[in-house]
């Protein structure tokens, strides 16, 4: 079993900064890939920023450039700093644990951008 547990939420004005956390405990495979996601009301969970044991990180159109994904060097952690925060941006963000077998998430964290 895997638990994931998120924190950094919270409200912020447009163009605000935040940094979420993510820290995964359990049977945690060498290889996997972590990442965020969000989702608002009525609408699909979408790809936020995902990052590779390895290392490797790969963005969704919308956050490039604004957004950094990035894990400790355990592995166990990842970041995601989300700089120039704007009120499309609002969402509960969710932490996500791709490995061998099922994937796993977490319990999310709400992000709002507004004045």
């Known amino acids: 079993q895997v638990q994931l547990v998120e924190s950094g939420g919270g409200l912020v004005q447009p163009g605000g900064s935040l940094r979420l956390s993510c820290a995964a405990s359990?049977?945690?495979?060498?290889?996997?890939?972590m990442g965020w996601y969000r989702q608002i009301p009525g609408k699909e969970r979408e790809l936020v920023a995902e990052i590779t044991s390895g290392g490797t990180p790969n963005y969704a159109d919308s956050v490039k450039g604004r957004f950094t994904i990035s894990q400790a060097s355990a592995r166990n952690t990842v970041f995601l700093q989300m700089n120039n925060l704007q009120p499309e941006d609002t969402a509960v963000y969710y932490c996500?644990?791709?490995?061998?077998?099922?994937?796993?998430w977490g319990k999310g964290t709400v992000v709002t951008v507004s004045s």
């Open positions: 996500n644990l791709q490995q061998m077998g099922p994937d796993y």
């Open positions: 359990g049977s945690i495979r060498s290889m996997n890939v």
